[in-house]
């Protein structure tokens, strides 16, 4: 489980890039499908610069919980002497301590999660989401479909996730109609129910237990936010979920917006299993990622947070809202 894709990508690579230099994106894990698109964005780069002097590999352990694989994977990485990275980190404060440890001497960038802020001289630039503009976009639906206020309950990653911690922020702040909101309470006709929010540490499974766990316990809730949409990786586990409510969500009467708008995604909001979902562009981040890894090697200027652009998606413009 530990060696995955890195090791085996640049050995199994190594003749056809023989005369190219490597910049490596290292993504979370390979079995997240947001990292996937991450990954196609990359490979996208490869046929769009055939002529380059430079290859972008795809990295990442097998699975998105093996936080110390991906550091091990990244030390592999310095070591081989690769042009440039750009990581993903599963655990910022673990991975800016490797960084620290192994002082490479390439230009190293974050993607999709950045270092804590202590750590954040280790890394020239971050590329991804403003996530305080994620919750921002969720709490404009929800107040669309519930313009008087009601309930509502959070579904959180781990409690150190700073990205979704920023969403949730953003969320608040737009309910509140100011920066600084704390946890919901009568805030302009809105209130978060008891045991919310939870957090589901990334996990698909955990995420679906606890979503189901939630709307069973609570009939009159009004609103359900995946801040991060771990619930509805899985289909068919999600869609089961869904029929529990299913009359709920087709009156509107509970809300249901989720994080990014990945195939799964977007088949639930058309299906009528969601009402929203608000689009990170993760294909973008993999494929920006080696022109600005190229800028650095050159040393160029780079801006620092780099934010990608976001996708407001609802049943009514399901089938135009996306971007690449």
């Known amino acids: 489980m530990l060696l995955i894709a890195a090791a085996a990508l640049l050995c199994a690579g190594a003749p056809a890039m023989a005369e190219k230099k490597t910049l490596a994106v290292v993504v979370k894990g390979l079995d997240n499908p947001f990292f996937k698109a991450v990954g ?23 699975l998105s919980a093996d936080s110390a694989g991906q550091i091990q994977i990244v030390e592999k990485l310095i070591d ?11 655990d910022p404060a673990a991975m800016a301590a490797a960084i620290r440890a192994k ?24 590329l991804g989401t403003d996530n305080e503009q994620v919750g921002a976009l969720m709490a404009q639906l ?14 959180l990653g781990a409690e150190s996730n ?22 919901l309470s009568e805030t302009n006709g809105w209130s978060e129910i008891a045991g919310c929010p939870v957090h589901a540490d990334d996990r698909i499974d955990l995420a679906a237990s606890q979503m189901e766990e939630i709307l069973a316990a609570n009939p009159a809730l009004d609103g359900f936010i995946l801040v991060g949409g771990w619930a509805q990786f899985a289909p068919q586990i ?3 979920v869904a029929s529990t409510v299913k009359d709920k969500l087709d009156s509107r009467s509970l809300i249901v ?12 909001l058309k299906a009528g299993n969601s009402h929203g979902q608000i689009g990170q562009r993760p294909f973008e981040m993999g494929n920006r990622a080696p022109d600005i890894l190229i800028q650095l090697i050159k ?16 049943p009514e413009n399901a089938d135009s809202c996306l971007g690449k």
């Not at 040393?299 to 609802?314: I, K, M, N």
């Open 40 to 62: 196609r964005g990359c490979d996208d780069w490869n046929t769009d610069n055939a002529k380059s002097d430079y290859e972008c590999v795809n990295a990442g352990p097998e």
């Open 103 to 126: 002082a490479p001497t390439m230009p190293v960038m974050t993607i999709d999660s950045d270092f804590d802020r202590p750590d954040r001289g280790l890394r020239a630039t971050f």
């Open 238 to 240: 999600y869609g089961q």
């Open 142 to 155: 929800l107040m669309k479909y519930k313009p008087e206020g009601g309930t509502v309950c959070l579904q």
């Open 162 to 183: 700073e990205k979704i911690n920023a969403r949730a922020q953003g969320f608040r702040d737009a309910i509140a109609g100011e920066p600084g909101a704390g946890r």
């Open 80 to 90: 081989s002497g690769v042009a440039g990275l750009a990581i993903a980190p599963s």
């Open 257 to 268: 917006i989720g994080g990014d708008t990945l195939p799964p995604q977007m088949a639930a």
């Open 299 to 314: 040393e160029e200027t780079v801006e620092d947070r780099l934010h990608t652009e976001l996708s407001q998606c609802t």
